[in-house]
């Protein structure tokens, strides 16, 4: 590590020694039941100020995903100190793109009558993924069985981390040819339709439920929810609690794809991406200026802040 970053790291661990997250009991419960450490806060704000530390032009991220989603996660990404993002999507959604999102580079993909992308889309991906660190599928994505095809052939040849979310999770198999990281982040829904069962199943058994599809796809899995479940195949389960009523809207989890994405991006391991992902995300959650009304876009000039260190006295919600 380098001198500068471990004196910055010295120096917020000595801040954060009079600050305990573990006063709250029902937290400390679920600490005790999935077997965590209760430094666990601490190792994630300590994490984040590594990651920040690090120069912002050594992560580069890429989104495979049409129009307005993609724009809420280049953002969210650009936000988590991505230096660089480019957005793969159906050409006819470029001029959107352009006029919304000025600051990441926009690569046209095929598309068919509807718009939605063709498996002869992945040459063009791979390219534009030559120059990233890590890759989101999902989010606007479209089901189609051209869009299954698609995901099927990227994950077969991309060597960078993905991340897998929304319309990415349909009718996806187990990929046993994949070496490189991969993190899931369905909600109860997605889940439930990657397990064979139902929705109501993964609410009543939510640890046991992640567990599960961690050992299916032998992946990271962030199930979302109230308490965020992070799992990977042979390690205990991360819980972050601190997200907000705020969360619970359209395109928030997109937010969060975007987060996770670009600290994969900074070499961060991914299970410990994804629930420093989760954790920032529901922090910058609660920074939001009114619950009421809020949308997904409202969350990345709080994540900004979250990032900054803002919201990080409060313990995780009971």
């Not at 969210?76 to 006029?99: H, I, M, Q």
Request: glycine content about 8%; charged content about 20%; overall charge positive.
């Amino acid at each position: 590590m380098p001198q500068a970053h471990g004196s910055r790291l010295r120096r917020l661990k000595r801040r954060l020694g009079l600050r305990s997250h573990v006063a709250n009991l029902r937290y400390f419960r679920n600490c005790l039941e999935f077997g965590f450490f209760h430094a666990f806060a601490l190792k994630l704000r300590l994490t984040l100020e590594f990651l920040l530390g690090l120069p912002t032009a050594s992560a580069a991220t890429t989104a495979l995903a049409p129009a307005l989603l993609s724009t809420l996660l280049a953002l969210a990404s650009f936000r988590a100190d991505a230096g660089y993002v480019a957005v793969a999507a159906p050409e006819s959604t470029l001029p959107v793109l352009e006029a919304r999102l000025l600051e990441a580079v926009k690569r046209p993909l095929p598309e068919d009558s509807a718009g939605r992308l063709l498996p002869r889309a992945a040459d063009a991906v791979l390219q534009a993924a030559e120059r990233a660190d890590a890759v989101a599928l999902g989010p606007g994505l479209g089901r189609s069985e051209g869009t299954r095809d698609l995901v099927r052939v990227l994950l077969d040849r991309l060597r960078l981390p993905v991340v897998l979310d929304a319309d990415a999770l349909w009718e996806l198999e187990p990929f046993e040819s994949r070496s490189a990281p991969t993190v899931l982040t369905p909600h109860a829904g997605e889940l439930a339709a990657l397990l064979g069962t139902e929705a109501r199943e993964i609410d009543a058994h939510r640890l046991e439920a992640a567990r599960a599809a961690a050992r299916r796809f032998g992946s990271v899995v962030l199930l979302k929810g109230a308490d965020t479940l992070v799992a990977a195949p042979r390690q205990g389960v991360l819980v972050a609690s601190y997200g907000a009523p705020s969360l619970a809207t359209a395109g928030t989890g997109d937010v969060l794809t975007g987060v996770v994405t670009a600290f994969l991006a900074k070499g961060l391991e991914p299970r410990l991406a994804a629930a420093t992902a989760a954790v920032a995300h529901g922090v910058a959650s609660r920074l939001v200026p009114s619950q009421r009304g809020a949308v997904a876009s409202d969350l990345l000039p709080a994540l900004q802040r979250a990032l900054a260190g803002d919201g990080w006295q409060w313990p995780p919600l009971a």
